[in-house]
């Protein structure tokens, strides 16, 4: 038996079927882009399918979360979501449909049973022991009778043909003992009513394929117009272990909540086991459409590098229009996320720095920590910066004086409080950037930030001469 590239129509039918049972895994997220991405270069159908039968494993917030994560990235579904346990009756006719013409059979064997019997078989797996008792079908698990000889070989866009002979493959719970159908049949009764062309998804699924294809067969007939498969890579982390939920930040909803770009990190996972033909990466949503192939996808596992990630992020935020910037940033510019009260913010203050901000973060969380100083009432100082910025403590005092006694009278632009600083190092024997450090820490707080002279200006010569002051007095009392 060969699943192979069916004579497709123009038109193709994918469909992306997670089960909420967790927050959403990006290697989920890269696999509904690669279907939403073959979908709409071909002028196909992108279907949503919650696998949610497992009650047990479920949660509706989960499904919420799915929902949200993924119209947060702009992959738009065209049909659904549907709900897979709202299908249950096409299930259990399907069973039915089975049972009757001796595709399945019942097992009462327990799985300690199996597993004895296993360690004195040279196969191992279940063993076929009730394939000949004739078990009623009530109150027990129904396998799958799998054919003694022969092979199914599964055409992958990705991997090319693999083969699977029959004797390899045991004869599979389809049914548990409470009648419940399980997911390899759920999956292939949906994708048959729902005429799904391609079925792309993890390699993690590859191993049940040909269980899929055995029962596609069995339901549709040997003429069944079986769905070509693609089979993406695994992501690993830097270790090159398989990513996990319990190990790595997997969760697309902790990227959303530190501050990425949807465009960004759907570019970002687009690279994950594609590349685009002239190597390049930062990549508008038109040309992804328009470039992404299934044939080009590496079978290799794909390394999820967050810094690699975060580069892509940067360079999105980057491009935007300042006004966007603006825009995007002002979550983490209002309370709960911001760390001054409400009524501090001053639009105006920000949107003069945010250009310069802008060019600095390369997450939009980030951006608090670059503005705060003007929202806060007095400077949260980190003390490392400090303590750098003060080793030489006579140089840091004579700087921190100077600067107080020119920023009193200079004009108040970026320029004139460059020349003034620039002054003022010159006269004690030190070079500008080492000169700005005690000044930027005692009115920022931090040792790195937008460019010091800018945030002076916005910041004003009251607040600003009064953070220098204070930290003058703060060297007088450190040293007494």
Same mark, same amino acid.
């Given at each position: 038996?060969?699943?192979?590239?069916?004579?497709?129509?123009?038109?193709?039918?994918?469909?992306? +079927?997670?089960?909420?049972?967790?927050?959403?895994?990006?290697?989920?997220?890269?696999?509904?882009?690669?279907?939403?991405?073959?979908?709409?270069?071909?002028?196909?159908?992108?279907?949503?399918?919650?696998?949610?039968?497992? $009650?047990?494993?479920?949660?509706?917030?989960?499904? %919420?979360?799915?929902?949200?994560?993924? +119209?947060?990235?702009?992959?738009?579904?065209? !049909?659904?979501?549907?709900?897979?346990?709202?299908?249950?009756?096409?299930?259990?006719?399907?069973?039915?449909?089975?049972?009757?013409?001796?595709? &399945?059979?019942?097992?009462?064997?327990?799985?300690?049973? =199996?597993?004895?019997?296993?360690? $004195?078989?040279? %196969?191992?797996?279940?063993?076929?022991?009730?394939?000949?008792?004739? &078990?009623? @079908?009530?109150?027990?698990?129904?396998?799958?009778?799998?054919?003694?000889?022969?092979?199914?070989?599964?055409?992958?866009?990705?991997?090319?043909?693999?083969?699977?002979?029959?004797?390899?493959?045991?004869?599979?719970?389809?049914?548990?003992?409470?009648?419940?159908?399980?997911?390899?049949?759920?999956?292939? =009764?949906?994708?048959?009513?729902?005429?799904? %062309?391609?079925?792309?998804?993890?390699?993690?699924?590859?191993?049940?394929?040909?269980?899929?294809?055995?029962?596609?067969?069995?339901?549709?007939?040997?003429?069944?117009?079986?769905?070509?498969?693609?089979?993406?890579?695994?992501?690993? #982390?830097?270790?090159?272990?398989?990513?996990?939920?319990?190990?790595?930040?997997?969760?697309?909803?902790?990227?959303?909540?530190?501050?990425?770009?949807?465009?960004?990190?759907?570019?970002?996972?687009? *690279? *994950?086991?594609?590349?685009?033909?002239?190597?390049?990466?930062?990549?508008?949503?038109?040309?992804?459409?328009?470039?992404?192939?299934?044939?080009?996808?590496?079978?290799?596992?794909?390394?999820?590098?967050?810094?690699?990630?975060?580069?892509? #992020?940067?360079?999105?935020?980057?491009?935007?229009?300042? !006004?966007?910037?603006?825009?995007?940033?002002?979550?983490?510019?209002?309370?709960?996320?911001?760390?001054?009260?409400?009524?501090?913010?001053?639009?105006?203050?920000?949107? $003069?720095?945010?250009?310069?901000?802008?060019?600095?973060?390369?997450?939009?969380?980030?951006?608090?920590?670059?503005?705060?100083?003007?929202?806060?009432?007095?400077?949260? /100082?980190?003390?490392?910066?400090?303590?750098?910025? %003060?080793?030489? @403590?006579?140089?840091?005092?004579? /700087? &921190? +004086?100077? =600067?107080?006694?020119?920023?009193?009278?200079?004009?108040?632009?970026?320029?004139?409080?460059?020349?003034?600083?620039?002054?003022?190092?010159?006269?004690?024997? @030190?070079?500008?950037?080492?000169?700005?450090?005690? /000044?930027?820490?005692?009115?920022?707080?931090?040792?790195?930030?937008?460019?010091?002279?800018?945030?002076?200006?916005?910041?004003?010569?009251? @607040?600003?001469?009064?953070?220098?002051?204070?930290?003058?007095?703060?060297?007088?009392?450190?040293?007494?």
């Amino acid at each position: 038996m060969t699943a192979a590239p069916s004579g497709a129509p123009a038109r193709p039918r994918v469909r992306f +079927a997670p089960s909420p049972t967790g927050y959403f895994h990006v290697g989920s997220a890269r696999t509904a882009l690669f279907n939403w991405l073959f979908a709409r270069q071909r002028g196909g159908t992108f279907v949503l399918r919650i696998e949610d039968t497992d $009650a047990e494993r479920n949660r509706e917030e989960w499904v %919420t979360g799915i929902v949200s994560a993924m +119209a947060w990235l702009g992959l738009d579904p065209d !049909e659904g979501p549907y709900r897979q346990s709202a299908r249950a009756g096409d299930h259990e006719r399907a069973v039915d449909r089975l049972w009757e013409s001796g595709a &399945l059979y019942a097992c009462d064997c327990t799985r300690e049973q =199996v597993e004895a019997r296993a360690k $004195a078989n040279a %196969t191992p797996g279940y063993d076929g022991f009730c394939r000949p008792r004739g &078990l009623d @079908r009530a109150g027990h698990a129904l396998r799958f009778r799998v054919p003694d000889e022969g092979t199914t070989v599964v055409h992958d866009l990705v991997r090319g043909d693999v083969r699977f002979p029959h004797g390899a493959i045991e004869d599979f719970v389809v049914v548990k003992s409470n009648g419940q159908p399980l997911f390899v049949l759920a999956n292939v =009764v949906d994708d048959i009513d729902m005429a799904i %062309t391609h079925v792309i998804r993890g390699e993690d699924l590859l191993p049940s394929t040909p269980k899929a294809l055995l029962l596609w067969r069995a339901l549709e007939g040997a003429g069944a117009t079986l769905p070509a498969f693609a089979h993406l890579p695994m992501l690993v #982390n830097e270790k090159r272990q398989k990513l996990s939920k319990r190990r790595d930040p997997v969760a697309v909803e902790l990227y959303r909540e530190e501050g990425y770009l949807p465009d960004a990190m759907r570019n970002y996972l687009a *690279l *994950l086991g594609w590349s685009h033909p002239e190597g390049r990466e930062i990549l508008p949503l038109e040309e992804l459409v328009d470039r992404f192939r299934l044939e080009d996808v590496n079978h290799s596992p794909a390394f999820f590098d967050v810094t690699k990630l975060r580069h892509v #992020n940067a360079e999105y935020l980057r491009a935007m229009a300042v !006004e966007a910037f603006e825009e995007a940033a002002r979550p983490w510019t209002e309370p709960p996320l911001a760390p001054w009260p409400a009524e501090n913010f001053d639009p105006g203050a920000f949107r $003069a720095l945010a250009p310069l901000v802008q060019e600095r973060v390369s997450l939009l969380s980030e951006v608090p920590a670059m503005v705060d100083f003007l929202f806060l009432d007095e400077p949260v /100082v980190d003390e490392r910066s400090w303590r750098e910025a %003060t080793k030489d @403590r006579e140089a840091a005092q004579a /700087v &921190l +004086a100077g =600067v107080a006694a020119a920023f009193r009278s200079c004009p108040w632009t970026a320029a004139d409080i460059h020349a003034a600083t620039t002054a003022v190092a010159e006269s004690v024997g @030190r070079k500008l950037g080492r000169a700005q450090a005690p /000044v930027r820490v005692a009115v920022t707080g931090r040792s790195v930030g937008p460019p010091l002279f800018e945030s002076l200006e916005v910041l004003g010569r009251p @607040r600003a001469l009064a953070r220098v002051e204070a930290a003058l007095a703060r060297l007088g009392a450190d040293s007494a």
